[in-house]
């Protein structure tokens, strides 16, 4: 077993897991794929040795076991997007994806809101009141939905089936990147290293660890662990 495959069994299901997991039948989690109303996979192992990814393209991973893996929390979403469809009747006069697109949106545009005053202003999306500037946080929305059903946020995001999961590591991230100068900040005064430090506590706990494919060149290794250990230094 590999790194990668180790990484894979412990935040992840395969096809044939998953599909036992959420109770699905033959070629159902392809077909709700298709449709759009469950994440793709946020990794797919290749017979040729590679590991593909919306994030990051196709990376190598020899003696990796092929196949495409949804983090754990798939299941979870996948009982939602089956009870909008329930809920639907005729599936001809029921939009299953424009309802949970809708429902996406909506809760991750409140979460949005509430961070804005919280934890970071996101100035093309609220003003200084708070409140939403309808075309920012449309595109904010619409481009998190796009993501959250190509597996990204199944990558990166901890609880990647929870809208506020989402908007939370996304804003922290924002946040980080702009008080680190993307991770590159090399001098800090006493205060800004101890708020430094805990924003990255706050932001590893919301996202994922990534895995030892990727991790040399993702995020978590920029904007965590060399950024901490260049605080330590500090």
């Known amino acids: 077993m590999t790194e990668l495959d180790t990484y894979l069994a412990q935040h992840y299901l395969n096809e044939a ?38 994030v990051f393209g196709e990376m190598a991973a020899p003696g990796a076991m092929p196949g495409s893996y949804f ?23 029921h939009d299953v994806e424009a309802v949970l697109k809708a429902q996406f949106t909506a809760s991750f545009a409140a979460a949005l809101a509430a961070f804005n005053l919280a934890t970071w202003r996101l100035p093309d ?32 995001v901890a609880n990647p089936v929870s809208e506020a999961h989402i908007a939370y590591k996304e804003v922290l991230q924002e946040k980080l990147v ?10 800090f005064t006493a205060d800004q ?33 060399d950024l901490r250990a260049r605080l330590h230094g500090a």
């Open 17 to 54: 897991q998953l599909t036992a997991v959420a109770a699905l039948g033959p070629g159902e989690l392809e077909e709700l794929i298709r449709g759009r109303l469950v994440p793709a996979p946020s990794y797919v192992v290749t017979d040729g040795g590679t590991v593909r990814s919306f």
């Open 71 to 93: 983090h754990r929390s798939q299941a979870v979403w996948i009982a939602r997007a089956r009870s909008v469809a329930g809920a639907g009747g005729d599936a001809a006069a």
């Open 125 to 156: 999306s609220f003003d200084d009141a708070g409140a939403p500037l309808a075309e920012g946080l449309r595109k904010r929305t619409d481009s998190a939905w796009t993501y959250f059903l190509n597996g990204t946020f199944g990558l990166c």
């Open 178 to 187: 702009q008080l680190s100068d993307n991770g590159a900040r090399t001098a």
């Open 193 to 225: 290293a101890r708020a430094l430090a805990q924003l990255i506590a706050d932001y590893a706990g919301a996202a994922m660890p990534f895995s030892p494919v990727e991790y040399p060149v993702s995020s978590r290794k920029r904007l965590v662990d």
